[in-house]
């Protein structure tokens, strides 16, 4: 398995932007593909966009199209979500995820981090 550990979360009037980054351990990191997700008070948790091992892939839920942008740096074993335009049903705690190379499900999970956008 991947250890993962989030930071970056913060509170941040609608509008404006956070980056969230996920520092991971493990030999396998560089061959993961890692994802982020969120979880709202009173709701299930979401997808929000992955990445693809190499980077070449991603893929977001439409809600994030077009003002998240998932990256990722090999040699740092981070994975980042910058996130831009937020609005205030952005707030959730969001989870760093890694998917397992074996069962293709995502197995790995950080701790999460809050954030919280006022209207």
């Known amino acids: 398995q991947v250890q993962l550990v989030e930071s970056g979360g913060g509170l941040v009037q609608a509008g404006g932007s956070l980056r969230l980054s996920c520092a991971a351990s493990g030999r396998t990191f560089s061959r993961n593909t890692m994802g982020w997700f969120r979880q709202a008070p009173g709701k299930e948790r979401e997808f929000v966009a992955r990445i693809s091992w190499s980077g070449d892939n991603t893929v977001y839920a439409d809600s994030v199209k077009g003002r998240f942008t998932i990256s990722r740096d090999n040699t740092k074993n981070t994975v980042y979500l910058q996130m831009n335009s937020l609005k205030p049903e952005d707030t959730a705690v969001y989870y760093c995820?890694?998917?397992?190379?074996?069962?293709?499900?995502?197995?790995?999970w950080g701790q999460g981090s809050q954030v919280t956008v006022s209207s």
């Open positions: 995820a890694a998917r397992s190379i074996l069962s293709g499900k995502f197995d790995s």
